[in-house]
């Protein structure tokens, strides 16, 4: 009864929180906040480790952030 009514609504209240994330990364990589973008796409993946966008973003970020390391080293 009531607990599944409950259930349904915290499961689409964490479908809108990771859609809200999702949304938030892609604007923050467009900003060019890269450890911001990696921190917010690590949100979404706690809550829903397969998601494929948050993944994506993760492993963009962290090419970003790799690249833009061995440059500052290479200067």
């Known amino acids: ?3 599944v009514g409950i259930e349904e609504e915290e499961e689409e ?3 809108y929180r990771v859609k809200c994330l999702n949304n938030l990364a892609a604007a923050q990589l467009k900003l060019e ?3 911001e ?3 917010t796409s690590r949100d979404v993946l706690t809550l829903q480790p397969n998601n494929v966008k948050a993944l994506f973003r993760t492993g ?3 090419v970003v952030l790799s ?5 500052k080293h290479l200067t």
């Open 33 to 35: 906040q890269f450890d």
């Open 67 to 71: 690249l833009r390391d061995t440059i």
């Open 37 to 39: 973008a990696l921190h």
């Open 60 to 62: 963009k970020v962290r």
């Open 1 to 3: 009864g009531n607990d």
């Open 13 to 15: 209240v964490r479908e």
